[in-house]
């Protein structure tokens, strides 16, 4: 199937626009990692993940972090705004249905309605291990 081409999917037709003309537009402003890894101490692999990650941006970017007991709602949410890209390494839990999403963090739980009253534009969860790119304002 390598062979074939490549598959691109997207939401709408809107979506696949607007992503397409944002990849060919150069950032406004250098890449702002903003990071919480192992809030609670159990995923230990989630540092070096980190580590590793704050490396890719810190050459022509910037990186701000907070592991163990510094990952707290509050220094989250402080710093969401000003970010670009999102990493979240902690524990968190998803309703199937509605918006019941949160996050697991060293002082309690961030919820889905407290990230909707942020200052974020846009904010896409992803409880797992992984990158969320935040869309730039336009």
């Given at each position: ?26 950032p406004?402003?250098?890449?702002r ?9 159990s ?13 890719l ?9 907070a ?11 402080t710093?969401?705004?000003?970010a ?11 309703e199937?249905v ?6 697991a ?18 904010l ?9 790119p ?5």
């Amino acid at each position: 199937l390598d062979d074939l081409g490549t598959l691109t999917l997207a939401p709408s037709a809107g979506v696949y626009a607007a992503s397409r003309a944002a990849a060919g537009r150069p950032p406004s402003s250098p890449p702002r990692l903003v990071a919480v890894a192992d809030p609670d101490g159990s995923l230990p692999g989630a540092r070096g993940e980190l580590a590793g990650i704050r490396a890719l941006f810190e050459p022509g970017g910037e990186a701000v972090s907070a592991t163990g007991a510094e990952a707290t709602v509050e220094w989250l949410l402080t710093r969401l705004a000003e970010a670009s890209y999102l990493h979240l390494s902690c524990h968190g839990s998803a309703e199937l249905v509605g918006r019941g999403a949160s996050l697991a963090l060293a002082d309690g739980t961030l919820t889905q309605a407290a990230l909707d009253a942020s200052a974020l534009r846009v904010l896409q969860l992803k409880l797992a291990h992984g990158i969320v790119p935040l869309p730039e304002a336009g």
